[in-house]
């Protein structure tokens, strides 16, 4: 899990095969929201409601949050 992206840091992950496979068009899924105006997307695991909520206001970070 890397804790932070951005469009820079995710395109030189790619190049690297750091993301690689089914992640690849997850992370550009999440740029394209980045580009249509939303500030953040973040990608977690499921573990229970209590986890996604403490990531969703940022008491927590379970997964990757891609900005821009």
């Known amino acids: 899990v890397i804790p932070q992206l951005t469009q820079v840091i995710i395109q030189e992950k790619i190049e690297t095969q750091v993301i690689q496979g089914g992640m690849i068009p997850k992370v550009q899924s999440c740029l394209d929201s980045i580009d249509k105006g939303i500030e953040k997307v973040h990608i977690v695991g499921w ?13 927590i970070n379970y997964g990757s949050i891609i900005t821009k």
Do not use: N, V
Request: aromatic share 0%; no cysteine; hydrophobic share 30%.
């Open 47 to 59: 573990k229970s409601t209590q986890k996604l909520i403490d990531q969703i206001e940022a008491k």
